[in-house]
T-cell receptor, first 118, second 111 residues
Framework: GAVVSQHPSRVICKSGTSVKIECRSLDFQATTMFWYRQFPKQSLMLMATSNEGSKATYEQGVEKDKFLINHASLTLSTLTVTSAHPEDSSFYIC??????????????FGPGTRLTVL | GEDVEQSLFLSVREGDSSVINCTYTDSSSTYLYWYKQEPGAGLQLLTYIFSNMDMKQDQRLTVLLNKKDKHLSLRIADTQTGDSAIYFCAESYTGGFKTIFGAGTRLFVKA
């Protein structure tokens, strides 16, 4: 089956630093990747959609200068949280979709990255 | 607009059946999904159903779709403690980019 990995799985950083999270599709080419944020005991909040080779589309209320997304290849997307603050602490989940050959629009999810900003 | 609603909690005894319900508003939805999330992990697709189907069964899982009422349910037969997790209902449509998720139903299974 399609596998998506995320790295790191957990990161703790000081306020003001930047953190990069990687999302990789391991056995398929991800034409589209999604970045979600999940607060404790809440649903997934879509932050942005990225297509390989083009700029990410951000959801309303998500600061694109704060959350930098790069989707430079068909297997890798990165999310950089710039100048992180404690309120950015959250569980960040990526997902990937290959529009070729899929019958059900399925997204394959990474295991998530727990970010804690001190 | 698009919206997916679920009840937040469900508690059942081990061995009983669990039924998790979901309602959605987008009548153009083509695909309806059930995802499972275990603590500290990403989402795992359990099953999905096309909007032109009424029912789909996969081992212990039964999905029922009432398109008229825009109601989707997931039945887990012989619920086990390992089924304790958050279950998300989601929808998308052909050609659509986004998948819309419900808030998730937290299933507690008591031994």
């Amino acid at each position: 089956g399609a596998v998506v990995s995320q790295h790191p799985s957990r990161v703790i950083c000081k306020s003001g630093t930047s953190v990069k999270i990687e999302c990789r599709s391991l056995d398929f080419q991800a034409t589209t990747m999604f970045w979600y944020r999940q607060f404790p005991k809440q649903s997934l909040m879509l932050m942005a959609t990225s297509n390989e080779g083009s700029k990410a589309t951000y959801e309303q209320g998500v600061e694109k200068d704060k959350f930098l997304i790069n989707h430079a290849s068909l297997t890798l997307s990165t999310l950089t949280v710039t100048s992180a603050h404690p309120e950015d602490s959250s569980f960040y989940i990526c997902s990937a979709r290959d529009l070729k050959g899929l019958e059900n629009n399925e997204q394959f999810f990474g295991p998530g990255t727990r970010l804690t900003v001190l | 607009g698009e919206d997916v609603e679920q009840s937040l909690f469900l508690s059942v005894r081990e061995g009983d059946s669990s039924v998790i319900n979901c309602t959605y508003t987008d009548s153009s939805s083509t695909y309806l999904y059930w995802y499972k999330q275990e603590p500290g992990a990403g989402l795992q697709l359990l099953t999905y159903i096309f909007s032109n189907m009424d029912m789909k069964q996969d081992q212990r899982l039964t999905v029922l779709l009432n398109k008229k009422d825009k109601h989707l349910s997931l039945r887990i037969a012989d619920t086990q403690t390992g089924d304790s997790a958050i279950y998300f209902c989601a929808e998308s449509y052909t050609g659509g980019f986004k998948t819309i998720f419900g808030a998730g139903t937290r299933l507690f299974v008591k031994a």
